[in-house]
């Protein structure tokens, strides 16, 4: 990697009308995005990314009731220049049907000047109601 910049976005919304609302549970999709390069930066106009490397994200779904969290699915994705490689090595979740739920993906890293690995964490939590309060987190090596 030339540039050792990365930034980081976190992007949590409600989903479209939810049916389970009224069962007592209400749905949220999150997006967290990583980007690295020179000038990484993420938050620009709709949650944009700019970064001249590449990317991983992972979108996912899940549901809370105001003391639990369901996943629901994950949807890993990724994006980067010719001489960049990424290869998704695993993804999963950690606490699932649970108060503090973590959801993960890592990915194995090469370009012309080494390899490494690089790993994307969301932790979600409820606070208060059906408010949902989560971070994220990338961890690169090599």
């Known amino acids: 990697m030339k540039n050792c910049e990365v930034g980081i976005g976190l992007e949590l919304s409600p989903a479209q009308a939810s ?4 069962a007592g549970w209400y749905t949220y999709t999150e997006t967290v995005t990583a ?20 990317y991983i994200q992972m979108t996912y779904q899940f549901a809370t ?21 990424l290869t998704q090595t695993w993804q999963g ?11 993960g993906v890592n990915w194995n890293w090469g370009d012309l000047l080494g390899s490494g690995t690089v790993e994307l964490r969301a932790t979600n939590w ?12 990338a961890y690169w090596h090599g």
Do not use: Q, R
């Not at 049916?19 to 009224?22: I, N, Q, V």
């Not at 979740?93 to 649970?98: C, F, L, Q, V």
């Open 35 to 54: 980007c690295w390069g020179a000038g990484a930066y993420y938050g620009g106009k709709n949650g944009s990314f700019s970064c001249s490397e590449g």
């Open 93 to 103: 979740t950690s606490g699932n049907n649970s108060s503090k739920m973590v959801v």
């Open 19 to 22: 049916p389970e609302l009224a």
């Open 126 to 137: 409820p606070c208060g109601g059906f408010n949902v309060c989560a971070s994220a987190k």
């Open 65 to 85: 009731n105001g003391s639990w969290l369901n996943k629901h699915w994950i949807d890993p994705n990724y994006g980067t220049s010719p001489t960049f490689s």
